[in-house]
């Protein structure tokens, strides 16, 4: 059971657009149509592994299953790095995939990421999830849980993104696989601008939820900032989005590059919006008013108001 990855016949096995269709067809049509899971479920590796998601971890095993894939077949076509994981809950997907570099890649560390208290403040108009969501985790537990499973490379980085990313990337060096499992707009974009400035050439870069139902404000981060402003083309589309990393390609030029509010939104942000939206709501008004018939018929009555006054003044 070396490589039971499947064959995509008819579809030639190269880079494109600064990924590989074929591999990408390899993952998600195998796991989707081509009875992939079957086999890894059999994997002895995944289910050793498995142990410590299937208690502390909200992953699907879809998504799971394709980060299998991704850490067992094709991390050692690339250069060497480490991993890191922006919104890691309760670790039980930090502990899998960290269980899987201790036994593929010995020295590979990988870095879990999160308040371990929650949700900063969100954005209303594009996040579902709200402040103090995820906040029921036991961190003190958490790191003895993986010491006692001997998980030695796996490192907790407690805080938020903005206290801690750019100690940890600096620590790290270089990113073979960032896992962006943030949920939340701000948080993604600021993940993911941060990570891109480490990633070896080839990496891979996984947005867990910028297809779930819950987390549209992550779906904008890559239609915005990946898709529009930068041109790149994704390995996957299916069970998540998977995306290579490219030192040319994922360079902001200074017109494109916004860096989103270090994550914890301020308060006043919220003022503003409502500012915002309660002007947008007048505006409303106003042209709701200037399209009714009322305003219409009268229109005459008002040109000839506005003549007068002006013929009065002069």
Aim: proline share 3%; charged share 20%; hydrophobic share 40%.
């Amino acid at each position: 059971m070396n490589d039971y990855l499947p064959a995509v016949p008819g579809v030639v096995n190269a880079m494109r657009n600064g990924r590989n269709p074929y591999e990408g067809y390899q993952r998600g049509w195998g796991l989707q149509y081509g009875g992939l899971k079957d086999l890894i479920l059999v994997d002895s590796l995944y289910r050793r592994a498995s142990s410590f998601a299937n208690q502390y971890s909200i992953v699907s095993e879809d998504n799971r299953m394709n980060l299998f894939l991704i850490m067992r077949f094709f991390l050692s076509s690339i250069d060497k790095g480490h991993i890191i994981e922006f919104g890691s809950y309760r670790g039980g997907n930090a502990m899998f995939l960290a269980f899987l570099a201790k036994q593929l890649y010995p020295g590979m560390k990988v870095y879990a990421l999160d308040t371990y208290e929650g949700m900063p403040i969100t954005d209303k108009y594009i996040d579902c999830h709200k402040k103090d969501d995820f906040s029921d985790v036991n961190y003190d537990s958490l790191v003895d849980i993986a010491s006692q499973n001997k998980l030695d490379n796996l490192i907790f980085v407690k805080g938020l993104f903005s206290d801690t990313v750019d100690t940890t990337l600096e620590q790290a060096g270089a990113i073979i696989l960032s896992h962006i499992d943030c949920d939340i707009s701000s948080s993604v974009l600021f993940s993911y601008q941060k990570v891109s400035e480490y990633m070896v050439e080839g990496g891979y870069i996984v947005f867990d939820d910028a297809t779930t139902s819950s987390c549209i404000g992550a779906t904008e981060v890559v239609e915005q900032h990946l898709v529009r402003n930068q041109g790149l083309h994704s390995e996957q589309i299916w069970p998540h989005f998977v995306f290579r990393s490219s030192r040319g390609s994922m360079t902001c030029s200074p017109d494109q590059l916004h860096i989103a509010p270090m994550v914890n939104i301020p308060a006043i942000d919220n003022s503003l919006m409502g500012a915002i939206a309660a002007a947008d709501t007048w505006a409303s008004r106003v042209a709701a008013i200037e399209a009714s018939t009322s305003w219409r018929i009268t229109r005459p009555l008002r040109a000839l108001g506005r003549a007068w006054r002006a013929f009065s003044e002069e």
